[in-house]
T-cell receptor, first 110, second 116 residues
Framework: GEDVEQSLFLSVREGDSSVINCTYT??????LYWYKQEPGAGLQLLTY?????DMKQDQRLTVLLNKKDKHLSLRIADTQTGDSAIYFC??????????FGAGTRLFVKA | GAVVSQHPSRVICKSGTSVKIECRSL??????MFWYRQFPKQSLMLMAT?????????EQGVEKDKFLINHASLTLSTLTVTSAHPEDSSFYIC????????????FGEGSWLTVV
């Protein structure tokens, strides 16, 4: 079945770049998403990429998609303490269902 | 842009009572909506697919008599947690498919349910 996997934890120093990786299994996925969830808050859509794109950049965020390897990454440049949160990778496509990864907890050390 | 609104954003209820969570698409019609649940420190899990005018399709392991879903109009789906227990405390989030916007999926901000 469909599956999305991502590492559970990432720790970086303030000012460094963060790279969160994700792999997915459904090659028919149309959209791939990155969501952010801060403690006690709802989901916030950070960015998404269409499956026919390789890269998307949005201010400090860069999304890279390797469709052959079914690998998605999110790079956050100049990471700040306010970026500390859980980041969910998700794929959507078949039947419009969105399948989420388990989330990567990003810890930013001052 | 399109917005999906959930209400209430936070609710506390007593064990044994029922609580209803609404999911509204504010400026588009959605024949299909989805309900997800997130346990603390875990990922979102799809509970059911809500189809306007027909019965919801539940994922394996989700009790349909406990989690009642009603999609009575093209802009509203409701999730009712019946006879709530503390283990039902969770974060519930819906999403809606905007068919006229290229089937873009929009998520609500979620509802925190605490059963005491």
């Amino acid at each position: 079945g469909e599956d999305v996997e991502q590492s559970l934890f990432l720790s970086v120093r303030e000012g460094d770049s963060s790279v969160i990786n994700c792999t997915y299994t459904d090659s028919s996925s149309t959209y791939l998403y990155w969501y952010k969830q801060e403690p006690g808050a709802g989901l916030q859509l950070l960015t998404y990429i269409f499956s026919n794109m390789d890269m998307k950049q949005d201010q400090r965020l860069t999304v890279l998609l390797n469709k052959k390897d079914k690998h998605l990454s999110l790079r956050i440049a100049d990471t700040q303490t306010g970026d500390s949160a859980i980041y969910f990778c998700a794929e959507g496509g078949g039947g419009f269902k969105t399948i989420f990864g388990a989330g990567t907890r990003l810890f930013v050390k001052a | 842009g399109a917005v999906v609104s959930q209400h209430p954003s936070r609710v506390i209820c007593k064990s044994g009572t029922s609580v209803k969570i609404e999911c509204r698409s504010l400026d588009f019609q959605a024949t299909t909506m989805f309900w997800y649940r997130q346990f603390p420190k875990q990922s979102l899990m799809l509970m059911a697919t809500s189809n306007e005018g027909s019965k919801a399709t539940y994922e394996q392991g989700v009790e349909k008599d406990k989690f009642l879903i009603n999609h009575a109009s093209l802009t509203l789906s409701t999730l009712t947690v019946t006879s709530a227990h503390p283990e039902d405390s969770s974060f519930y989030i819906c999403s809606a498919v905007a068919a006229l916007a290229g089937n873009t999926i929009y998520f609500g901000e979620g509802s925190w349910l605490t059963v005491v």
